[in-house]
């Protein structure tokens, strides 16, 4: 089962590619996992995560800076040398400074016709998603479902379909049994008797992005059921939570150095995909609302919030922490990631004070080098946990 | 990051008006610190918020932005003495040992380092007073939000972030793919159509922006106990509208040949307009500005004798070494406009209504020049402004540090030398932060990019 994962993950081009073919429908990839994935799926569409590669950059450079995300500039570049040309559409919202840019650089380096009635394009090729910073407070949740609404409309003028509540409610179900298998997955990284590696999870988890997701539910079934007859891993390792951005099939790796160092991540804070914020979507509300509310419910970093005296990224870890007995935090986070780097030193300060959990800080350069170079410091580190 | 010290010097101005900026300055930090004694409510605020609310519920707002500025102009203890470094070098150090990423903007990293030392006067101008509340915003760059975030964990204030729709461009999403429709934006300005700078915001973004504004005032309310006060604001917000009636008429002028106020000038007068825009003395600095400028114009004064190229500025400035803008004039070239700072037309006064006026401006001043959010609209102000203004070169501001800066600069370099036959060259640092300046690099890119320009023909002459 596992390899079936692991094969999605890692030869993703080419398994979306045959999906599409054989089901003659269409693919939109994403930039971020607070895209509303499911009103994509909801028009029929498979909605993909985008990820970069470690193949060299040829073509960025021309339109991107370097002082860039190092992440969303090999996306950008796979984007310019063709790479991407299967996807049907392509969705960013504004998640940070470079993903809000990102509409702009996607139209330059892969541009594409489509038809215009009075000059107008009834359904871009790339759509924007204004998605607010602060996730609370007076008014937000109406700003966000108007957005949703103009997107669903392209959506459906993509489609030729209208997407009503049923068809809403019919994701929304197949969504929550993900997000409901997901969670009993997770429990069992919070065993003491491990059976399953962090890099493992990462594929198991990470998959559910690149596939359909009924497809991924029907095998964390049977998975599930494997997994409880399981033997535990001889070997357990240091429990660590990573915390980080621009984690992919690629800088993955970075699970596999841990292990190798003596670690074992048994918890994330890693935004990548919004199951990792265990939320579900309340099915007793009309269905735009229920998807609004649970878009917002991720507390990525580039979140604020109403609070007058916030801390909410040091409690959303803490929930993240609860019942994992972490024994240290690695932070791997990419280069030029502001949001990410200004909140670390107060979550520095706030896990030695409140859990007495050390950290370590490591510089994602999305590059070989990059991760080669965190073998060593990650050994240190562990070593100097385990005393 | 390396330790040297660089070579750097204030620029010389042109304008006479632009001397009276420093002691503006100097009289804003003063009163800041006779305001908190009095007990007048201080919040550290942002350069982008427009200031009105503040004064109209009598609040003392001043800006670690700012504060950067000074410090990555002055030495401690206002030494002039070269071998002792900025102090936006010290408190950077400060912020990047608690582990700030040097990457991170100067600003930040100076008000932060300023704060790590637990004494907030020990700074130019003996620093911001300590604040009773922070308020800043999440438009322009996600830095100032978690930016001011950690300084009111570390203040113990309570804060309030104005969330801002980031428009992706400026054109209203109300109807399906017009926006594309417009991509890419500098197509229509190839054939010599003027782009539009802002439209009219779609409903929901407005209804948002407003809820935000009513927000923050029903914040300040309730941290201070002061009360707002709808005719106060309206006389705030008529000498705000006045004021860049002003301010426009302003960058009108400038566009004459010879350019009577150049970068120089302008980024000196930038603050002012940026900072205490709602009061009468700001008012009042421009109006006598614009007759100054006015009066080089009627009498073809330019800031230097015999122009040979116009250039055109992109990006926000190196505080620790502004005598760069004055670096072309041995060529004959100068610097004659910066879109940075330099606002667009207001929307007309609405008294009845003046948060949802406020809500407009907010939303076109986000789509509009000031701080282009999408790549097109950049590239698009700067060949308008380059027509604009005949200018034949533009020098980019490759400002390492700050993402909404630097992600355009490839785009504008690109699009106007392939498009308009425009070059272009780039400055690479921090904005505070001399230890990212190379100067060999900096002056010999600026002496082959000066021969080029003086072979060509001007492209908008
Ligand atoms: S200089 Fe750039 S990064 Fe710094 S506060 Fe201004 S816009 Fe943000």
Same mark, same amino acid.
């Given at each position: 089962?596992?390899?079936?994962?692991?094969?999605?993950?890692?030869?993703?081009?080419?398994?979306?590619?045959?999906?599409?073919?054989?089901?003659?429908?269409?693919?939109?990839?994403?930039?971020?996992?607070?895209?509303?994935?499911?009103?994509?799926?909801? @028009?029929?569409?498979?909605?993909? !995560?985008?990820?970069?590669?470690?193949?060299?950059?040829?073509?960025?450079?021309?339109?991107? *800076?370097?002082? @860039?995300?190092?992440?969303?500039?090999?996306?950008?570049?796979?984007?310019?040398?063709?790479?991407?040309?299967?996807?049907?559409?392509?969705?960013?919202?504004?998640?940070?400074?470079?993903?809000?840019?990102?509409?702009?650089?996607?139209?330059?380096?892969?541009?594409?016709?489509?038809?215009?009635?009075?000059? *107008?394009?009834?359904?871009?090729?790339?759509?924007?998603?204004?998605?607010?910073?602060?996730?609370?407070?007076?008014?937000?949740?109406?700003?966000?479902?108007?957005?949703?609404?103009?997107?669903?409309?392209?959506?459906?003028?993509?489609?030729?379909?209208?997407?009503?509540?049923?068809?809403?409610?019919?994701?929304?179900?197949?969504?929550?049994?993900?997000?409901?298998?997901?969670?009993?997955?997770?429990?069992?990284?919070?065993?003491?008797?491990?059976?399953?590696?962090?890099?493992?999870?990462?594929?198991?988890?990470?998959?559910?992005?690149?596939?359909?997701?009924?497809?991924?539910?029907? +095998?964390?079934?049977?998975?599930?059921?494997?997994?409880?007859?399981?033997?535990?891993?001889?070997?357990?390792?240091?429990?660590?939570?990573?915390?980080?951005?621009?984690?992919?099939?690629?800088?993955?790796?970075?699970?596999?150095?841990?292990?190798?160092?003596?670690?074992?991540?048994?918890?994330?804070?890693?935004?990548?995909?919004?199951?990792?914020?265990?939320? !579900?979507?309340?099915?007793?509300?009309?269905?735009?609302?229920?998807?609004?509310?649970?878009? +917002?419910?991720?507390?990525?970093?580039?979140?604020?919030?109403?609070?007058?005296?916030?801390?909410?990224?040091?409690?959303?870890?803490?929930?993240?922490?609860?019942?994992?007995?972490?024994?240290?935090?690695?932070?791997?986070?990419? +280069?030029?990631?502001?949001?990410?780097?200004?909140?670390?030193? !107060?979550?520095?300060?706030?896990?030695?004070?409140?859990?007495?959990?050390?950290?370590?800080?490591?510089?994602?350069?999305?590059?070989?080098?990059?991760?080669?170079?965190?073998?060593?410091?990650?050994?240190?580190?562990?070593?100097?946990?385990?005393? | 990051?390396?330790?040297?010290?660089?070579?750097?010097?204030? $620029?010389?101005?042109?304008?006479?008006?632009?001397?009276?900026?420093?002691?503006?300055?100097?009289? %804003?930090?003063? $009163?800041?610190?006779?305001?908190?004694?009095?007990?007048?409510?201080?919040?550290?605020?942002?350069?982008?918020?427009?200031?009105?609310?503040?004064?109209?519920?009598?609040?003392?707002?001043?800006?670690?932005?700012?504060?950067?500025?000074?410090?990555?102009?002055?030495?401690?203890?206002?030494?002039?003495?070269?071998?002792?470094?900025?102090?936006?070098?010290?408190?950077?150090?400060?912020?990047?040992?608690?582990?700030?990423?040097?990457?991170?903007?100067?600003?930040?990293?100076?008000?932060?380092?300023?704060?790590?030392?637990?004494?907030?006067?020990?700074?130019?101008?003996?620093?911001?007073?300590? &604040?009773?509340?922070?308020?800043?915003?999440?438009?322009?760059?996600?830095?100032?939000?978690?930016?001011?975030?950690?300084?009111?964990?570390?203040?113990?204030?309570?804060? #309030?972030?104005?969330?801002?729709?980031?428009?992706?461009?400026?054109?209203?999403?109300?109807?399906?793919?017009?926006?594309?429709?417009?991509?890419?934006?500098?197509?229509? =300005?190839?054939?010599?159509?003027?782009?539009?700078?802002?439209?009219?915001?779609?409903?929901?973004?407005? %209804?948002?922006?407003?809820?935000?504004?009513?927000?923050?005032?029903?914040?300040?309310?309730?941290?201070?106990?002061?009360?707002?006060?709808?005719?106060?604001?309206?006389?705030?917000? %008529?000498? $705000?509208?006045?004021?860049?009636?002003?301010?426009?008429?302003?960058?009108?002028?400038?566009?004459?040949?010879?350019? &009577?106020?150049?970068?120089? %000038?302008?980024?000196?007068?930038?603050?002012?307009?940026? #900072?205490?825009?709602?009061?009468?003395?700001? #008012?009042?600095?421009?109006?006598?500005?614009?007759?100054?400028?006015?009066?080089?114009?009627?009498?073809?004064?330019?800031?230097? &004798?015999?122009?040979?190229?116009?250039?055109?500025?992109?990006?926000?400035?190196?505080?620790?070494?502004?005598?760069?803008?004055?670096?072309?004039?041995?060529?004959?070239?100068?610097?004659?406009?910066?879109?940075?700072?330099?606002?667009?037309?207001?929307?007309?006064?609405?008294?009845?209504?003046?948060?949802?006026?406020?809500?407009?401006?907010?939303?076109?001043?986000?789509?509009?020049?000031?701080? &282009?959010?999408?790549?097109?609209?950049?590239?698009?102000?700067?060949?308008?402004?380059?027509?604009? #203004?005949?200018?034949?070169?533009?020098?980019?501001?490759?400002?390492?540090?700050?993402?909404?800066?630097?992600?355009?600069?490839?785009? =504008?370099?690109?699009?106007?030398?392939?498009?308009?036959? =425009?070059?272009?060259?780039?400055?690479?640092?921090?904005?505070?932060?001399?230890?990212?300046?190379?100067?060999?690099?900096?002056?010999?890119?600026?002496?082959?990019?000066?021969?080029?320009?003086?072979?060509?023909?001007?492209?908008?002459?």
């Amino acid at each position: 089962m596992i390899q079936e994962f692991h094969d999605w993950v890692h030869n993703r081009h080419d398994r979306i590619e045959e999906w599409k073919k054989e089901n003659k429908r269409k693919v939109f990839g994403y930039l971020c996992c607070v895209a509303p994935e499911e009103l994509i799926h909801a @028009a029929g569409i498979l909605p993909v !995560k985008l990820t970069g590669s470690d193949e060299p950059i040829s073509v960025v450079d021309r339109h991107v *800076v370097h002082y @860039a995300c190092p992440y969303v500039r090999s996306i950008l570049d796979l984007a310019g040398r063709g790479v991407y040309d299967y996807l049907d559409g392509v969705v960013t919202c504004n998640t940070c400074d470079i993903m809000s840019r990102c509409e702009y650089y996607w139209r330059v380096l892969s541009p594409r016709e489509k038809s215009t009635i009075l000059g *107008v394009e009834m359904s871009p090729y790339v759509l924007y998603i204004k998605h607010p910073e602060k996730i609370s407070g007076k008014g937000v949740r109406e700003f966000l479902k108007q957005e949703y609404r103009i997107f669903k409309q392209h959506l459906e003028r993509e489609q030729k379909i209208i997407i009503d509540d049923d068809r809403l409610s019919r994701t929304v179900d197949i969504y929550n049994e993900h997000y409901y298998l997901m969670e009993e997955f997770r429990a069992y990284r919070k065993e003491e008797d491990l059976k399953v590696s962090g890099l493992e999870a990462f594929e198991v988890e990470f998959s559910s992005l690149l596939m359909p997701k009924e497809e991924h539910n029907r +095998l964390m079934e049977s998975y599930l059921g494997e997994l409880s007859e399981r033997e535990p891993l001889p070997d357990r390792g240091l429990r660590l939570l990573l915390s980080g951005g621009g984690i992919d099939q690629f800088t993955s790796q970075i699970y596999r150095i841990i292990e190798e160092c003596g670690g074992q991540v048994v918890a994330e804070d890693i935004g990548v995909s919004t199951s990792y914020f265990c939320r !579900k979507i309340d099915n007793t509300k009309d269905p735009l609302d229920a998807i609004v509310e649970h878009r +917002l419910g991720v507390h990525c970093p580039h979140t604020m919030t109403e609070d007058r005296f916030p801390n909410e990224r040091f409690e959303y870890i803490k929930k993240v922490l609860d019942g994992n007995r972490i024994q240290g935090v690695i932070f791997f986070v990419p +280069l030029y990631c502001e949001c990410r780097n200004l909140e670390y030193p !107060k979550l520095k300060e706030d896990l030695r004070e409140e859990f007495d959990v050390p950290t370590l800080y490591l510089d994602n350069d999305y590059s070989h080098g990059g991760l080669e170079e965190a073998h060593s410091r990650i050994e240190a580190f562990i070593e100097m946990i385990s005393g | 990051m390396e330790d040297k010290r660089v070579k750097t010097a204030p $620029s010389k101005k042109s304008v006479n008006t632009a001397r009276e900026v420093w002691p503006y300055v100097k009289e %804003d930090y003063a $009163s800041a610190h006779r305001a908190k004694a009095e007990g007048k409510p201080v919040v550290w605020s942002c350069a982008i918020i427009p200031k009105e609310v503040f004064w109209a519920l009598d609040v003392y707002p001043v800006f670690p932005e700012h504060f950067g500025v000074i410090s990555g102009m002055m030495r401690r203890g206002g030494t002039k003495d070269e071998s002792v470094e900025k102090e936006a070098v010290r408190f950077s150090r400060l912020a990047e040992a608690a582990g700030f990423a040097s990457y991170l903007c100067g600003y930040a990293r100076a008000s932060i380092g300023n704060t790590l030392t637990g004494n907030l006067a020990d700074a130019p101008l003996g620093g911001l007073p300590k &604040p009773d509340m922070i308020i800043t915003t999440s438009f322009v760059c996600d830095l100032r939000g978690k930016w001011l975030r950690y300084l009111a964990q570390k203040h113990n204030v309570p804060f #309030y972030i104005l969330d801002i729709p980031e428009r992706g461009c400026d054109l209203p999403l109300t109807m399906p793919g017009l926006r594309s429709a417009f991509l890419p934006f500098y197509e229509k =300005i190839k054939r010599g159509e003027r782009d539009i700078f802002f439209s009219l915001p779609a409903d929901h973004e407005l %209804d948002y922006t407003q809820t935000q504004w009513e927000e923050c005032i029903r914040f300040i309310e309730d941290v201070t106990g002061h009360k707002y006060n709808q005719d106060r604001f309206n006389e705030v917000m %008529d000498i $705000s509208y006045r004021t860049n009636e002003i301010r426009l008429e302003i960058l009108e002028l400038r566009k004459a040949v010879p350019a &009577p106020m150049g970068v120089a %000038d302008g980024l000196a007068c930038m603050y002012p307009g940026t #900072y205490t825009m709602g009061t009468k003395r700001c #008012y009042e600095f421009y109006v006598r500005l614009r007759d100054e400028v006015k009066e080089r114009v009627e009498n073809g004064i330019g800031t230097i &004798p015999n122009e040979r190229f116009r250039l055109l500025w992109y990006g926000l400035a190196p505080w620790f070494n502004m005598s760069l803008f004055n670096y072309f004039e041995k060529f004959g070239g100068v610097f004659v406009y910066e879109p940075i700072y330099n606002l667009v037309p207001f929307p007309p006064r609405m008294p009845e209504n003046p948060v949802r006026e406020l809500a407009i401006r907010t939303l076109q001043q986000s789509g509009g020049m000031i701080a &282009p959010t999408t790549i097109g609209q950049a590239v698009s102000t700067l060949v308008n402004a380059a027509r604009e #203004y005949k200018c034949s070169g533009i020098v980019t501001f490759y400002l390492i540090t700050c993402r909404p800066v630097v992600y355009p600069t490839v785009e =504008i370099a690109r699009v106007l030398e392939e498009d308009f036959g =425009i070059p272009a060259v780039p400055i690479e640092c921090d904005l505070i932060d001399e230890r990212t300046y190379s100067e060999a690099q900096t002056l010999a890119r600026f002496d082959a990019f000066a021969e080029r320009l003086l072979k060509m023909e001007p492209v908008f002459a």
